[in-house]
């Protein structure tokens, strides 16, 4: 298990604009925005019958909400390619599933003002629950084409073997 060491000289909390996502093992291009990654734990309520007029309270099930990513609409296909695996049509029936590959985990990194890398989450067997190829259209806009997906998935865990990144010093040359 790792060891952290606690930098006494960061007071600041990381910022929420420098991060990348991966999965097949390389970097997923152009991703502009990742929603939160958030759990619920239902709570199950109990009370014996000779316990006061209160209940009890212990955890149930948890879920895992769906993350959704989004980019600006290019030429790179992985999105679409992903979107395809749970269902591709005019692939004929029986076969509009990719079931062996339809699921991938993914890799968040976060990191630091100075590009150094600072937190990383694995989210499990992701799989695209919806896909947005095209945003509405608008020839009286002045904006960027997004697309997205939303990836169903079965949890997330923090790498702890991720290092807390040594904060760098600038020194003037002269």
Do not use: C
Request: aromatic share 12%; proline share 4%; net charge negative.
């Amino acid at each position: 298990m790792a060891q952290f060491t606690v930098n006494a000289q960061r007071f600041d909390p990381y910022k929420n604009f420098k991060f990348r996502v991966k999965w097949d093992g390389k970097y997923v291009a152009g991703v502009s925005k990742v929603s939160a990654l958030k759990r619920t734990t239902e709570v199950v309520k109990h009370r014996d019958g000779g316990d006061p007029s209160s209940s009890r309270k212990s955890p149930g099930r948890t879920e895992f909400e769906a993350i959704t990513l989004e980019r600006g609409v290019t030429h790179d296909k992985e999105f679409e390619q992903w979107a395809n695996k749970v269902w591709n049509y005019g692939q004929g029936l029986g076969s509009e599933s990719s079931l062996k590959d339809f699921r991938k985990d993914v890799i968040i990194e976060v990191y630091n003002e100075s590009g150094q890398l600072a937190l990383a989450y694995q989210v499990f067997r992701a799989w695209v629950s919806e896909f947005q190829a095209l945003p509405d259209l608008d020839a009286n806009a002045n904006a960027i084409a997004i697309q997205h997906i939303k990836l169903e998935n079965e949890g997330w865990v923090r790498d702890v073997e991720t290092p807390e990144p040594a904060e760098t010093s600038y020194t003037d040359p002269a």
